[in-house]
Structures are given as structure tokens and as C-alpha cells.
T-cell receptor, first 113, second 110 residues
Framework: DAEITQSPRHKITETGRQVTLACHQT?????MFWYRQDLGHGLRLIHYSYGVQDTNKGEVSDGYSVSRSNTEDLPLTLESAASSQTSVYFC????????????FGPGTRLTVL | GESVGLHLPTLSVQEGDNSIINCAYSNSASDYFIWYKQESGKGPQFIID?????DKRQGQRVTVLLNKTVKHLSLQIAATQPGDSAVYFC?????????FGTGTSLTVIP
């Protein structure tokens, strides 16, 4: 069955370290998204991609970067982790058509000490 | 920024009763809405969607109502079950992006 996976599921790191969170989908969806989820906030968009080699900044992109070298993967990199980036991160994908739901991965809980 | 919000952060209902979860949105350009369910430790899961040219859509035990005049969206769950306990949030689509509300935590009392 097609799915979307994230790894690792849990990560503890130290301030200043570079961290990469993986996202892999097997639906062959064009669109992929990264969100963070914090108490008191809805899901907030970090970066998104509408296809290979396409990346765009979302609402809270500072300190994060993504790359899209193939359809299946959109890794999220924290260049220099900060305590404010402690959060739960969700990856999502959707087909490249309007009015289509997003499918979410199981999430990665990241703690920056 | 966000264009959706939810009216109540928590809701408790008796098992077997109907649940109504509300959501308001602010942008009249929103043309597609989704309700998601999120269980503890899991990613959001699609429940039901509705396009702006509709005012009601029904699924299995769930109904979504859209009132564009007052920019209000509601999710009705019939005969609520313990497995329905979760956080529910709405999302609206403007252009190619989705905006998510903060969620209502539904607790079903046996």
C-alpha cells in the first residue's frame, strides 16, 4: 500500500547541531509539505514543494531548508538547531491538483537541548 | 497567516450522543475545507471535505455543514464512540496552500 513515512520518529539534539528529518512518500504525489505543530498553534507551514527541483518558503521557514531531488523524498534540514525549534514535525503530500486532501506522515518529535 | 480557528478547545460528550465541532474562517477566498482527526502520537487523518459550492456533505457517521454567509464550518459526529476521542481541526485552502485551525479536543465519556 502507498504510504508516507518519516524518520526518525524521535530525535534529541543539541543547540547548534545540524539535523535532517526524512520524509518519503510512495504515492508519486507532486506536492510535499513540512509543518510544525506546537501547543496553541495550528499546523504551521515551513516549506513546500510542487515537484522535483521546486522548493518554496512557508510561514515559518527561518532556520530550515529543504531540497527535492526526486518525487518521493523531501528532507527537512535544520542548519543550526535552536531550542525554539523543539516541536513535532509533520510531513504531508498531495496530488498536484486543486481541492485534494493532504496525506500526513506519523510525525517526528524533535527536542533541542 | 491563519484564516481558520476553532470555537472550543475542548468538548466532552457521552458515548452515543451526537458531537458538534465548530470552526470559523475569515478569508472569503477559501474554496475548499477539510476536517482532520488527530489521535495522540499520530499524524492528522482525513475525515471529510467540502467545496465552497456546497453547504452540506455527509460521510459515514459524519456530516460537514458550511455556512458561507457567516464563514462557519461544523463537523457533526453521530452516535459518538470512544474511538472518536481525538483532536479535530479544520483546514481551508486558499490557492495551493492549506491553513489549519488549532483544534478541538473531543473526549467521549463511556
Amino acid at each position: 500500500d502507498a504510504e508516507i513515512t518519516q524518520s526518525p520518529r524521535h530525535k534529541i539534539t543539541e543547540t547548534g547541531r545540524q539535523v535532517t528529518l526524512a520524509c518519503h512518500q510512495t504515492w508519486n504525489h507532486n506536492n510535499m509539505f513540512w509543518y510544525r505543530q506546537d501547543l496553541g498553534h495550528g499546523l504551521r507551514l515551513i516549506h513546500y514543494s510542487y515537484g522535483v527541483q521546486d522548493t518554496n518558503k512557508g510561514e515559518v521557514s527561518d532556520g530550515y531548508s529543504v531540497s527535492r531531488s526526486n518525487t518521493e523524498d523531501l528532507p527537512l534540514t535544520l542548519e543550526s538547531a535552536a531550542s525554539s525549534q523543539t516541536s513535532v514535525y509533520f510531513c504531508a503530500s498531495s496530488p498536484g491538483i486543486r481541492r485534494a486532501e493532504q496525506f500526513f506522515g506519523p510525525g517526528t518529535r524533535l527536542t533541542v537541548l | 497567516g491563519e484564516s481558520v480557528g476553532l470555537h472550543l478547545p475542548t468538548l466532552s460528550v457521552q458515548e452515543g450522543d451526537n458531537s458538534i465541532i465548530n470552526c470559523a474562517y475569515s478569508n472569503s477566498a477559501s474554496d475548499y475545507f477539510i476536517w482532520y482527526k488527530q489521535e495522540s502520537g499520530k499524524g492528522p487523518q482525513f475525515i471529510i471535505d467540502i467545496r465552497s459550492n456546497m453547504d452540506k456533505r455527509q460521510g459515514q457517521r459524519v456530516t460537514v455543514l458550511l455556512n458561507k454567509t457567516v464563514k462557519h464550518l461544523s463537523l457533526q459526529i453521530a452516535a459518538t464512540q470512544p474511538g472518536d476521542s481525538a483532536v479535530y481541526f479544520c483546514a481551508d485552502q486558499i490557492g495551493n496552500q492549506f491553513y489549519f485551525g488549532t483544534g478541538t479536543s473531543l473526549t467521549v465519556i463511556p
